[in-house]
């Protein structure tokens, strides 16, 4: 059985897009290959270790956002405690893209993946990772395989100077989790959740499920309400840093009637 070693700045119950793609495709592939994932703990309450489906989960750090450098500078000289490898797998081209580039750098002989879920403009990317910036863009020129979720992504890579193949694979959405197969449920499911936000079961309604941070453009999307006829309604599921922002801007819109926050739909 292949042994994989997985760097990634964070993972489950830490999640985005990059976190749940990892979960997935592990989940899938669980019986063929060994995998052990390394990342930053950032919270306290996060256990050190554990099993997380299909994956070894190894978690550096005290429960901080310095875990974060903790995982870029110290993580391959951890991982090299925990046995051999045959893949490195770096997710996304940052702290854990850094430390699978040191292990990497390390280990001449392991293939090194990266895979490519960033979601940021590029001058965003830049202004974080000046003061680096030879690794960065050494973990583009050291990948032996790249796999991007967009066509962007990969010509983003090429300009970087990636030297070897990049895959274009966009991630996938598991639809059942969204419609359930019998009608009857789903429309059960429905009222249930119209009538816990106050939502009535005929008015037009607009979902947004993504993490409440700049990039995602949640502000704009409140804003734009005002703009829309009185019946129609925002649910926002997601947290993130501009949580209380978001609150504070739809109060002052005089919009808390129309926009509903949520962390999950479930009735």
Not at 43 to 66: F, M, N, T, Y
Not at 165 to 172: A, M, T
Not at 232 to 250: A, F, P, R
């Amino acid at each position: 059985m292949s042994r994989i070693l997985i760097f990634s700045t964070a993972y489950l119950p830490l999640f985005g897009g990059a976190e749940v793609a990892v979960k997935e495709i592990t989940d899938r592939l669980g019986t063929e290959f060994e995998f052990v994932l390394v990342t930053a703990r950032l919270r306290a309450d996060l256990s050190p270790q554990e099993r997380i489906g299909a994956v070894e989960v190894r978690r550096i750090g005290k429960g901080c956002w310095s875990d974060k450098l903790l995982l870029a500078f110290y993580g391959a000289r951890y991982a090299r405690t925990l046995g051999n490898f045959d893949v490195v797998w770096g997710v996304m081209a940052s702290y854990g893209g850094l430390a699978a580039l040191r292990y990497k750098k390390a280990h001449q002989s392991t293939k090194f993946l990266l895979t490519l879920q960033e979601g940021d403009s590029r001058a965003h990317i830049y202004a974080r990772v000046w003061w680096w910036w030879p690794y960065f863009t050494q973990i583009f020129k050291r990948a032996d395989k790249i796999q991007a979720i967009s066509n962007y992504l990969a010509d983003w890579a090429r300009e970087m100077g990636a030297k070897r193949s990049i895959d274009v694979v966009p991630n996938g959405v598991d639809v059942g989790h969204f419609f359930p197969p019998d009608e009857l449920v789903r429309e059960r499911v429905r009222a249930e959740v119209r009538q816990q936000y106050g939502i009535p079961l005929k008015a037009p309604l607009v979902i947004s499920i993504s993490r409440l941070v700049p990039k995602n453009g949640i502000a704009d999307l409140i804003r734009a309400m005002k703009f829309l006829p009185e019946d129609v309604h925002l649910m926002i599921v997601g947290e993130g840093t501009l949580s209380q922002n978001l609150h504070t801007l739809v109060q002052t819109k005089k919009l808390k009637d129309r926009v509903h926050f949520c962390r999950s739909c479930k009735p």
